[in-house]
């Protein structure tokens, strides 16, 4: 990328916001600051950002306040998916964050090496997540075809449709949220379906890179799609005992 990734800082902490633009600043980061809700989203509709760090309790003082809650429901609604990590004081606000389409959740005080790997590690997994829908759906074998105007089509898993322009999912008409891991995950399965894959092969296609670590995370993010989809155990999404994974045709 070019340009450097640009981050929407949106917190009515003034000291929070100056803390926040300084070190991200220097992780080499463009910042941009809201303290309100209305604001945040004005300031969405201006410019879109590569990512959004929310604050949860926004003040809600003016009778045109928007809680950091109502802000997350309005960046879902907007066309184009844009992560967001949301930062708050209160742990138990953590379920209905993540249940309302964010990315992840950092407590505040946070660890300042925790939040930058977690806001990079998110806009990796974004960005690969991107080409490889690209790279899968465009015929880059018409001269005359350009990437940039591509529109994907959706697809289709059973009776699971993945728009892949949107980066959302729906069964039965109810969308699903996921993380970026967990829908390039779904997607790369429904582009193979009936193909076995290991988990060391889900890794490198899905992650991006060759993994080092421990491979039964692929475990746990399987588990995870097959909740918030609401399938069986081995509906759709197919154990291969003493292998990995493959989608059912």
């Not at 066309?79 to 505040?108: C, D, H, N, R």
């Not at 300042?112 to 690969?128: C, E, P, Y």
């Not at 399987?222 to 918030?228: F, N, Y």
């Amino acid at each position: 990328m070019s340009e450097r990734p640009s981050i929407l800082v949106i917190d009515d902490d003034e000291s929070i916001r100056s803390a926040l633009a300084t070190l991200l600043g220097r992780a080499g980061f463009e910042v941009r600051l809201a303290d309100d809700g209305p604001g945040g989203l004005a300031a969405l509709h201006q410019r879109t950002p590569d990512l959004v760090l929310l604050d949860v309790v926004l003040d809600e003082s003016s009778p045109h306040a928007l809680s950091g809650l109502d802000v997350l429901r309005g960046i879902r609604a907007l066309e184009q998916f844009i992560p967001v990590i949301m930062l708050t004081s209160y742990g138990e606000w953590q379920v209905e964050s993540l249940g309302q389409g964010a990315i992840a959740f950092v407590t505040k005080p946070w660890d300042t090496n925790a939040l930058l790997g977690q806001i990079r590690a998110t806009l990796n997994a974004v960005a690969h997540i991107r080409r490889e829908v690209m790279r899968a759906g465009a015929d880059l074998s018409d001269a005359d075809a350009d990437p940039a105007q591509y529109k994907a089509p959706p697809l289709r898993a059973g009776d699971i449709l993945i728009d892949t322009e949107r980066l959302r999912v729906y069964r039965a008409g109810q969308e699903i949220d996921l993380t970026p891991i967990e829908f390039g995950l779904l997607v790369f399965l429904a582009r193979h379906p009936g193909r076995e894959w290991t988990r060391e092969q889900l890794l490198d296609q899905v992650w991006g890179y060759e993994w080092a670590g421990y491979p039964r995370t692929v475990d746990r993010h399987v588990a995870a799609l097959r909740r918030k989809l609401r399938l069986g155990r081995d509906e759709l999404i197919e154990t291969v005992h003493g292998f990995g994974y493959r989608l059912a045709t």
